[in-house]
C-alpha cells in the first residue's frame, strides 16, 4: 500500500524539481519501480 508520506520521502530522494513521484512497487528480483509525472510550473 502506498502512502503519501512514503510518496514524498520518494520524490525528495529523487531531488528533480520538475518530476514527482505519484506510485511505487516493490519487487524482490528488480528493486523499486517508481511512476512519476511532471510537475506543472
Same mark, same amino acid.
Given at each position: 500500500? +502506498?502512502?503519501? &508520506? @512514503?510518496?514524498? %520521502? *520518494? /520524490?525528495? $530522494?529523487? @531531488? $528533480? @524539481?520538475? +518530476? &514527482? +513521484? %505519484? /506510485?511505487? /512497487? !516493490?519487487?524482490?528480483? !528488480?528493486? !523499486? $519501480? *517508481?511512476?512519476?509525472?511532471? $510537475?506543472? *510550473?
Amino acid at each position: 500500500m +502506498v502512502n503519501k &508520506k @512514503d510518496i514524498k %520521502i *520518494l /520524490s525528495q $530522494i529523487l @531531488d $528533480i @524539481d520538475e +518530476v &514527482k +513521484v %505519484i /506510485s511505487h /512497487s !516493490i519487487y524482490n528480483e !528488480i528493486g !523499486i $519501480i *517508481l511512476r512519476t509525472e511532471p $510537475i506543472k *510550473l
